[in-house]
């Protein structure tokens, strides 16, 4: 297993950006993507994006495309999520969670760290 976690939330006002990083344990993460995921308050948890560990392939949902960003520092452990232009509608609780290879699901996953957005 792989452990998670994520820092970087906060508060923040509509058309503002935030960085949350999430760091994973172990002198290297040779798990084969890190994905981020998001669950609003009364919702069900929402696919934000992902990227392969590897070859730094992005993966986004429509509704952050063109405004958040996924990166990853290999030499770090550690994965990257930047939000900008961000909205109401983006609060949330987020999270890193691992994919341990190609075609299987996530399995670890982070504690979260909550993202409000201001109108």
């Known amino acids: 297993q792989v452990q998670l976690v994520e820092s970087g939330g906060g508060l923040v006002q509509a058309g503002g950006s935030l960085r949350l990083s999430c760091a994973a344990s172990?002198?290297?993460?040779?798990?084969?993507?890190m994905g981020w995921f998001r669950q609003a308050s009364g919702k069900e948890r929402e696919f934000v994006g992902s990227i392969t560990w590897s070859e730094a392939s992005t993966y986004y949902a429509d509704s952050v495309k063109g405004r958040f960003t996924i990166s990853r520092d290999k030499a770090k452990n550690t994965g990257y999520l930047q939000m900008n232009s961000l909205k109401p509608e983006d609060t949330a609780v987020y999270y890193c969670a691992s994919k341990p290879g190609f075609g299987q699901r996530y399995d670890d996953w982070g504690q979260g760290t909550q993202v409000t957005v201001s109108s």
């Open positions: 172990g002198r290297t993460f040779s798990r084969y993507a």
